[in-house]
């Protein structure tokens, strides 16, 4: 059974750090693309960062620069570090998961491109 399972959100002051952790539970192949979601109130849930196949990454623009998604592929344990965080960074973080390979090309893949979805951590940033 696949699970997605995310921690390490929180509240920290603007210009704060936080790294968030997702662990791919039954995601027998190392190579399935994941990715990290946000979703703010009122918001549509919106791609922040995508690690493909190859372990190459694209990021929103809103967050390139500040966030960095990396991989250990030992543990299928996906991480995203955000860096000077900003008040508008505030959102439910969402580890999903294509349960295939992938690769980079175009704009960053929507939510219904993928299959399998953690239960979401919180990140609030105060100003």
């Known amino acids: 059974q696949v699970r997605l399972v995310e921690s390490g959100g929180g509240s920290v002051q603007a210009g704060g750090s936080l790294r968030l952790s997702c662990a791919a539970v039954?995601?027998?192949?190392?190579?399935?693309?994941l990715s990290w979601f946000r979703q703010a109130p009122g918001r549509q849930r919106e791609p922040v960062a995508e690690y493909d196949t190859d372990g190459d990454a694209k990021y929103a623009k809103s967050v390139k620069g500040r966030f960095t998604v990396t991989k250990d592929n030992a543990n299928n344990i996906l991480y995203l570090q955000m860096n000077n965080l900003k008040p508008e960074d505030t959102a439910m973080y969402y580890c999903?998961?294509?349960?295939?390979?992938?690769?980079?090309?175009?704009?960053?893949?929507?939510?219904?491109?993928?299959?399998?979805w953690g239960q979401g951590t919180q990140v609030s940033v105060s100003p």
């Open positions: 999903a998961g294509m349960g295939r390979i992938c690769y980079l090309a175009g704009p960053m893949r929507l939510a219904d491109e993928y299959a399998d």
């Open positions: 039954g995601y027998t192949d190392r190579t399935w693309c």
